[in-house]
Every structure is written in C-alpha cells, then in structure tokens.
C-alpha cells in the first residue's frame, strides 16, 4: 500500500495541492479530506468497481486500440459536421482535439460550459472585476456569497480560502453574508469561527437583490431594511468578494443574474474595493476554455468547420449542436460518464473504463484520468493558476492526447479543411 | 549540413559589419567559420544585393499568459472581424491586436523576427504563460518576472530584510518560474490598489505594508545586480499615462544611484504638464538623461492609430484608463497577492490631440536618443498597436520626407507641441539592425543570438533593399530559424518549435523555508506544485539557459 502526499486533485478547479491518497488493492484512498468530489474522483480507480482493464470496442466488440483508432478515424473523416465535445480532459488532451478539430472541420464544447458561458457571456458584453482565491484568502473581510451555496460544486471552498482571516488587513476579521441562499451543513461547520448571516431570498431573484443592493447604495431611503443595511457594509467593507456558482443558477437566461451581480461589483468599487468571483472549473473547463482561446482566439463553442474560427455561443452549444452533427466524439476523462447522445448518429466515447452508456457508441477508446493514470495541467477555476497533477497508478491506459493524436494521424488525407 | 549564403550586404553590428558584402556559412543550426575553398556546400542562396541581417527580436512584446487571453475574451468584435484561416503550414486562429498562436508565431516569423519575449509574467501565472508560449510556433520566446508588488515581497522590505535576503527570494523565483529577467511594474501601486488607493507618489508609504515604492524599486535594481541577472530591472514606471509623469520618470533613474535600469515603454512615461493643454512631451529632457546615464536603456512603446487593447499588470493606471474603453468594456483582476491585470480596450485617433502628441513622443525618443544600444523598437504590442506594425514604424524612422507626411495629417495642436518637424535624423540600416537585433540579444543576456559571428544560433533574416523601408521590413526574402529556412517571401515554408530562454541565477537555498511558508499560510500552494518543472517547459525540449554574470565580473554600464 503506497501512500502519495500532498496530491493535486483536478476535478473541481479549487486546485486543492494537499491530498493524501492511498493506493492498494481497492484503487485510491482519499484519506485526508472528506471533500466527496475529491473521493469520488480518485476513488473510481477500484477494480471491484469498475472494469480496470476494460478493452477498446467498435460496434461492441472488444478491439485493440489500433483498430479502435483506425475504426475512429473512418468515421471522423466520413463526418461532414462533426462535434467535438465533452472535452473534459488535460491542457495536453485539449490541445489534441483543437488539432483534430482544425483537421475535420469540427464544432468544439466542454460538457460543463453552460455555467462558464453565463459567466463569459458577461465578460465578453461589459467585461468586469474579479480576484482569485489568494487575495480572497488574505484580503477579503467581507464575502458576499449570492445564490445557492457555491459548495455544492466546491466542497472545500470556504475550509481553504475563508475560514482563515484575512492576513493582508489591518484588522484581520472576516464576514461572510449569503444572500439568496441558504449555507450547507458543511459550510456552516467550515465558516463556525466566522461571523455568518443570511439574507434570505428567493434563489432565482439574486438578480434582483443584487440590483436593489446596487439601488440602496446610490440612495438606501427607498431599500428594504436588510438590503440596505447589506449595502451599508459592503460600502464599508475594505475588500469585498462577490461570489457566484453560475451553474447553480436556475433558468433561463441566468447570465442576466450573473451581469447583475457584476454591476454591483462596479458599483461598490465606486465606493470602496470589490471584486467579483466566479466558481467555476469542473473538468479542466476553465483550462479548455484557455486553450481554446489561446489557439483559436475565440472561446469554446467554436466551429472550425468554414476554415477559420467562428464562435457562436448559442449555435455551437453542445446540447443543441449534437441535433446538428452527424457525428460525436465525446471526450470524458475525468469521470466514467457521458450524456444520453443521439440515437441516429455514430459516438466515439473516449473517457475511463467502467464508462456506462445508454446505447452502445460506435467506437469506445477507454483513456486514462488526468492526475491520476498520467501527469497533467488543468486549471483552477480562478482562471490564473495552472497546476501540475501527477501520476498516482499505472493501468496501462493512454492518455487522451495521444489517442487523439494517433486518430489526427489515421485520417484520410483529403480530411483537412481548416 | 553545411549551407552558404553568399554575397549578401551584411548588417551585423556586434562583429562589426555595416553592409560588408561577405558570404555566411551554417552547419547544425549554428553559424560557422567559413569552412575554405575545400568544403563544398549541400545548399547555397545567392544573395546578391540582399541585405542581410539576424534574426529580429522584440524584447516587449505581451504574448502570452491570462491577460493576452482575457485580451482575446474582450476582444470578441476583432475575432468576428478579423478570423484567420489556414494558410499552409500555420493553423487558423484570429485576431490582429490580440492575435491567437499560431497568429503570433507565423505573422512575427513573416517579419524576420526570429524571438518575442513576454514581459509581464506574474509569478502565479508563470505556467499558464508558459503552456501558451509553447504554442507559439517558429519564434523562440522567455517571460520576465513580474515582481514588487508581491506581499511577500513588501512583508520582507517591511520587515528589514537585507539586501541578501531580497536577492534570494528573487533568485529562487526567478528559477522556481523559469524566468528570463525581473519586471518591476508600477512597484507599491498595484498592491495599494488592493486598498482602493488610486495613486501612490515614489516616496509614499504604501497601504498596509507601508513600503515606499522607491524602496522597492532600488531593492530590486540591487537584487537583479547581486544575482548577476544579464538583463537590468525592467520598470514599467509610475503614473502611466499621467500628464507630468516625467518627473516620476526622471527620479526613477535618480533612484538607481548608478545601478542599471532598463525604462521600458517609456513614450508612456514621458509626459509634461505644460502648455494651453496642460499635456506636453518631456521627449527631449528624457532623451537627454538617458543620453548622459550608460546605466539606463530604454524601449520605446511606440503608438499607432487605430483600434487596439491595452492590457497590463498596472490595474492602479488602467482603473484610471477605464473612462476611456473603446469600446466600453474592460476588465480588471486582482491576482494571488503577487500582482493584477487591466484589459481596457482603446481607439488611438489621429485626429485627437493627446493620441497625435503620443505618437510624436515616441517618434522623438527614438530620434532624440543617440546611442541605438539602448534604445528599442517596441509598441508595447498591443498597448500602443500591434506588433505587425513594426514595418511602419521603421520606415518613420528610417525615411523623414514620409515622417513630414504623417505628421502633417495629425491634430494642428498636436503639430505645434512637438518638435517632430526640426528632426532631420533617419535611421541607418545598421542602426536598425542593432536595435533589433544586436542591442537586444546583448542587454538579454542571449550571447549566441542577435549576431551572425561563428557559434551564434543561425537566425538570419534576408531582406531586398527597397527605398520603401515599410514594404522592405514586411517582408523579407528569406528567414531561417537555427539554421533551417521557415519564411520565403512570406510564406511559411516549415513550421518548426522555439526555444525558451531562461536565467537561473545561484541564491541562498535557505530561503525556500520562508517562501514555502507563506505559500502555505498565504497563497494555499504546496511550493513544490508551484515550481515549474524543466519537463513542463516545451514538454521537456527547449529550454536554453543563460549564465548570469559572477559577482567577480565588473558590474556597471554595458
């Protein structure tokens, strides 16, 4: 039984670089956190679970992994509109299927980018003020959490980066306010040295408060008692963080709530310092979505398909373009599932073995988790730190990269069009 | 291998050579001694009346790393404008001010330059900006630290730390995020926006810290020097922007007190408070400084009209850019207590006075500053305008009839503060040469680029000599990168990976016990997933390092 200490965890974009994973006979052990992402995550490795070795299959039938890739490649090169999603794998693994998208003409999308998209969307109209997990660590002494509690994404938000007080102010307190939200057990357990109040509301209106927050600081006489008196504070705050789980948010355009809450960022800095925090970051999304921008200038929900980059939030959508393709490689290699696709068009699932589908996908290429079959970069869902996971076990899967890759070098010739 | 081009005019101002018409031999990549009358080529390129130069190298240009990407974000009207398709070897990408890639890698390798290096690196975005650097095909490229506005940093000022102990933390970050040089950006202010402070003066106190910036600046122009680092402390200066900087600017070379100090888009930096405009050009007392200081060296930051996007780690001056969005959106970020970003779009308009009297700042810096050892041909890319718009500029500089013409169709006002018109100097070839290629490879450190001498890397870059020196400089005959030929007249003809250029200066080792604290206690990171590792860089192939100089080497001018 080996014991591995200070692991990187990559599933949930807090960047947590302190695990102590155990690795026996029944896979990986997380020992030194109950963060149930985090156990989950690693604890898929147990071969009583799932299949360790599960092989290849086209059609269903067990296949070696060069006639998986050839059986792939005919596919993709036969695709006339393609989509490459799912996405959830390393920087390495993005980089892999941005090439072979360029190649085949395909629309790229991360299966978690509807929460960064409320976000994005907002940053792309009227841009905005946000800060990391550091500054809020040290700097904040007023944390604004808006909506349903963010930990439900992100267990071991509030134990690694508020519980602590803020070290780079003078008078080193800290409050946390949830508006329109109630705390989770866990939370209230975690903040139980930290001052904590609640304004309740309704979660679907955070909008709504946030601007009446807005309001009450340009003129409190017309605001409800605990609005005002929340806008009193955040004007008196020396550094406040407005944070939001936008995948949390309920209905339809939720990116209307999230510019709400960004306003009320900009207003509060007219007053004093204030910064937003989107929580975001599942699955190396944030790192996808860096990769993409970095290399094809625009963000995810791109199409590659008239040569060059055109982005198109709503049009190139996973969910709504998957009507559209005629075929899917999805790519899931952090965790073993995958959406219900499409009956009538072809699925190349890369992602872990033990993966469950409602229907057979064409061709099925088992692949390794990044952090834990190979090391790997994925972002923290603060956007600026990268980090390195490393190896833990070696169950001879490849990585998705070099799958990709090996199908990028199976095409047909005639394939390229970017 | 051995190639020969031969017959070339060459421009090659380290060795000496001011067109000499000679012939250049390369094997493996490297420039060789001419081999004798034995030795017979595998290829050679006649190049007869061409004029031949190194590889060009942009020592400030914003690459790569989370605010170029947030720069892309922002920028979505140029992206739907401006998409880029395949062409040959280079991939699709977009963009022109906050260009994608393999935009970056192929329209630089289409100029001759041959290495761009990003200058505003923050320590917690070091591997970010490294993973995007290593998709950057054909160029070579380095990142410079961007440090002084650190906690970590102030808490160790604050607490008296000596000299020894400054030069140790800088030493172990400039290893620990496998960096070129030290980038001081608006030291103090930064970190006092954090406490909502929108200006900070040189010998104020910061907020919580209490620090003055002046202090900081001088620990770290003593620490680049204790450390042997090549290039000196690259400032971007205080008061960016601000009507009247230039004294800031002038007390910031004062402050050195002799030790070296590169100013780096210093048109940005350069401004008096005069006149019916309260906004004037403080080009000639800044030239006349940095004329008499062989410490000081500068690049200039050039501004071009058009649409651009200003990003920057000084969210103190573009909070107070913010009014002038074009269009109006921007971001600001505060970073990991080591720094911040501000993406703030902008429009420079030949027909506004402040933007016309910038762009003949600038002009009169480079025409006002002898010596082209220490002076550089930037446009702070994409602060003041894309880097693609080098071939303009050169031909400003190079061609004063065009110069009048341009400066005639500005802002009248602008024509009356700037002495642009009384300037009759035009750039020499070899000056150009040296600016671009000779002058930055030396204050870098980069022994074995920058020049055509046997043992230097085989960047050359072939031009045909046109009397239009814009439609000269955009493209060039040939370029070869370590030895192979990746550009014939504009087209990518191979696509092959850069290198990382790197420093690691020697420190105390005792100091990783400190700085793993607080990257415990503060930052919430192990401080061995903080390093980056050798095999993270270009996956393990492509990391050149540069030696620092030892303490026994005589410190000083260049």
């Not at chain 2, 490294?130 to 604050?158: C, F, K, Q, R, S």
């Not at chain 2, 009356?416 to 600016?435: C, F, N, Q, S, V």
């Not at chain 2, 690691?504 to 990257?519: K, L």
């Amino acid at each position: 039984m080996a014991t591995h200490q200070d692991v990187v965890c990559p599933f949930c974009g807090l960047g947590c670089d302190d695990l102590t994973v155990k690795a026996g006979r029944s896979g990986l052990t997380v020992v030194s956190t109950d963060c149930p992402i985090a156990r989950d995550g690693f604890g898929r490795t147990n071969p009583a679970q799932t299949n360790l070795t599960g092989p290849p299959r086209v059609g269903g039938n067990v296949v070696a992994l060069d006639a998986a890739v050839q059986a792939a490649a005919e596919a993709l090169g036969a695709s006339r509109a393609p989509l490459i999603a799912g996405l959830a794998t390393d920087v390495d693994g993005v980089r892999a299927a941005l090439v072979l998208a360029e190649r085949v003409g395909a629309v790229v999308d991360h299966v978690h980018s509807e929460g960064l998209y409320r976000n994005l969307a907002v940053l792309q109209r009227t841009g905005w003020i946000t800060t990391t997990f550091a500054e809020l660590r040290n700097r904040c002494d007023l944390l604004l959490v808006a909506g349903p509690d963010p930990a439900a994404f992100h267990p071991r938000l509030y134990e690694r980066w508020v519980a602590s007080r803020p070290a780079f102010q003078e008078a080193p307190t800290r409050e946390v306010v949830f508006l329109c939200g109630e705390p989770q057990e866990g939370t209230r357990t975690a903040l139980e040295n930290v001052s904590v109040t609640v304004v309740p509301g309704d979660a679907a209106r955070v909008g709504e408060a946030a601007a009446a927050l807005s309001a009450a600081l340009a003129d409190p006489s017309h605001a409800a008692a605990d609005i005002g008196a929340l806008a009193e504070r955040l004007r008196r705050a020396r550094y406040a963080v407005v944070a939001w789980a936008a995948a949390g948010f309920a209905g339809p355009h939720a990116d209307l709530t999230v510019e709400r809450l960004v306003r009320l960022v900009q207003d509060v800095n007219r007053h004093t310092r204030c910064a937003g925090l989107p929580l975001t970051g599942h699955d190396n999304v944030v790192g996808a979505n860096q990769v993409c921008t970095w290399q094809l200038g625009v963000p995810l929900r791109a199409s590659l398909a008239g040569g060059a980059p055109l982005h198109d939030p709503y049009r190139f959508a996973w969910e709504r373009f998957m009507d559209t393709a005629d075929l899917v490689l999805w790519i899931s290699a952090f965790r073993p599932e995958v959406p219900a696709f499409p009956a009538d068009k072809p699925v190349i699932a890369l992602a872990p073995p033990g993966t469950a589908f409602a229907a057979e996908p064409a061709v099925f290429i088992p692949v390794g988790t990044p952090g834990i079959d190979h090391a790997a970069h994925v972002f923290r869902g603060d956007t600026v730190v990268a980090v390195r996971t490393g190896r833990l076990i070696d169950r001879g899967l490849p990585d998705t990269a070099a799958v990709l890759r090996t199908i990028a070098d199976a095409l047909p010739q005639e394939a390229a069009v970017c | 291998m051995l190639t020969k081009l031969s017959g070339g005019r060459i421009y090659d101002p380290a060795n000496g050579r001011d067109g000499t018409v000679g012939d250049l031999f390369v094997r493996d990549g490297r420039i060789v001694a001419d081999p004798g009358p034995g030795a017979v080529p595998d290829e050679t390129h006649d190049l007869s009346g061409k004029v031949v130069m190194a590889g060009a190298i942009d020592i400030h240009s914003h690459i790569a790393g989370g605010k170029v990407n947030l720069a892309r974000l922002l920028m979505a009207e140029e992206h739907r404008a401006a998409p880029v398709a395949a062409e040959g070897l280079c991939r699709c990408g977009g963009g022109v001010a906050s260009p994608s890639t393999h935009v970056t890698g192929c329209r630089y390798a289409q100029m001759g330059y041959t290495a761009a290096f990003e200058p505003a690196m923050l320590p917690s975005n070091a591997r970010h900006a490294h993973l995007e650097m290593a998709d950057i095909p054909l160029i070579d490229t380095g990142g410079y630290l961007v440090l002084g506005n650190d906690d970590l940093l102030l808490d160790l000022l604050a607490s008296g730390a000596g000299e020894e102990v400054v030069a140790d933390y800088v030493g172990w970050m400039l290893n620990a995020t496998r960096s070129l040089a030290v980038k001081a950006v608006n030291p103090g202010g930064i970190n006092a926006f954090k406490y909502n402070q929108r200006r900070l003066n040189v010998d104020e106190a910061g907020p919580f810290h209490e620090v003055t910036p002046r202090r900081v600046l001088t620990a770290l122009a003593s620490a680049v020097q204790r450390l042997g680092i090549p290039h000196p402390l690259h400032l971007h200066g205080f008061n960016l922007g601000v009507p009247g900087n230039v004294e800031a600017t002038l007390d910031s070379i004062e402050a050195m007190d002799g030790l070296r100090l590169h100013l780096t888009h210093v048109q940005f930096h350069a401004y008096g408070a005069e006149g019916d405009r309260r906004f004037s050009s403080a080009a000639a007392r800044v030239a006349e400084v940095v004329n008499r200081r062989p410490n000081i060296s500068v690049d200039v930051g050039q501004i071009m009209f058009g649409q651009t996007v200003t990003a920057s780690a000084d969210t103190m001056a573009q909070m107070g850019n913010t009014r002038l969005a074009h269009p109006k959106k921007w971001v600001m970020m505060d970073i990991e207590c080591d720094a911040g970003c501000g993406v703030v779009p902008f429009r420079y308009r030949d027909k506004a006075f402040v933007n016309a009297l910038q762009w003949a700042i600038g002009l009169e810096l480079f025409l006002l500053i002898d010596d082209p050892w220490r002076i550089f041909l930037t446009t702070d890319h994409p602060n003041g305008a894309p880097f693609t718009s080098y071939p303009e500029l050169i031909r400003l500089l190079m061609d004063r009839d065009y110069r009048l013409a341009k400066l005639a169709e500005l802002h009248p006002a602008a024509r009356k503060h700037t002495i642009l018109e009384t300037l009759t100097r035009e750039y020499t070839l070899g000056e150009i040469a040296t600016m671009t290629r000779a002058a930055p490879a030396r204050i870098l450190g980069l022994s074995d680029r920058g020049h055509l001498g046997p043992g230097a890397a085989a960047d050359i870059t072939v031009y045909t000599d046109r009397p239009d020196r814009r439609a000269m400089f955009a493209t060039p005959d040939l370029v070869f990168k370590d030895g192979r030929l990746i550009v014939r007249d504009g087209v990518v003809v191979a696509l092959v990976q850069g290198r990382t250029h790197v420093v690691e200066p020697a420190y105390d080792p005792a100091i990783e016990a400190r700085i793993g604290r607080y990257f415990e206690e503060r930052i919430g990171q192990r401080l061995r997933h903080f390093r980056i590792g050798e095999d993270e860089i270009r996956g393990g192939d492509g990391l050149v390092r540069h030696a620092c100089r030892l303490p026994t080497d005589p410190p000083g001018a260049f």
